[in-house]
């Protein structure tokens, strides 16, 4: 079956920390991107990538950063800057960055303490 | 950026009446897009719209492009209790910049 898969689903960790959060797809999609999610809020766009080693910064990109060596793959670490991080993360691809729907993965909730 | 307003923030119902909920907007889209979430998971699209009027049905779903470009709603007919989750909407030109909406918190009453 064809999907997005997120991992891990649960992630703890200490304040000043990094942590890398993965995405991997296997629809044969150019665009991949990564969203924020909050309590009683619509999703925020952290960054997005539409073809393979390049990205492109969201509305809240600092203190985030990711990589797209693979077309399938597109990681997202949440660095110690990141004033707030505990949140839940969505990734999610596009067959292209135009008029084709986003399709999401299941998500990782991450807890920061 | 700019967040779309999504109402009714949540709904109680007894299962088997309508629901209806809409989302608007200060800027004028060429997508909107339908999804449900339930506790804990990614989003699953409902529907995808993309031309202004357009009405598109998926089972006893319905969804409209407003005619004016800055708003769609979304209906769901003889409410059933799997159809409880939370529902929202997103518009924008290209994924790149799409908007979401907040969600409406679904509730059916058996």
Known sequence: DGGITQSPKYLFRKEGQNVTLSCEQNLNHDAMYWYRQDPGQ???LIYYS???NDFQKGDIAEGYSVS???KESFPL???SAQKNPTAFYLCASSIRAGESPLHFGNGTRLTVT | GQQ???SPQSMFIQEGEDVSMNCT????FNTWLWYKQDPGEGPVLLIALYKAGELTSNGRLTAQFGIT????FLNISASIPSDVGIYFCAGGYNNNDMRFGAGTRLTVKP
């Open chain 2, 69 to 72: 470009r800055k708003d769609s």
């Open chain 1, 68 to 70: 797209r060596e693979k």
């Open chain 1, 50 to 52: 539409q073809i393979v």
């Open chain 1, 42 to 44: 619509g999703l925020r």
């Open chain 2, 4 to 6: 779309l307003n999504q």
């Open chain 2, 25 to 28: 907007s200060s800027s004028i």
């Open chain 1, 77 to 79: 670490t949440v660095t």
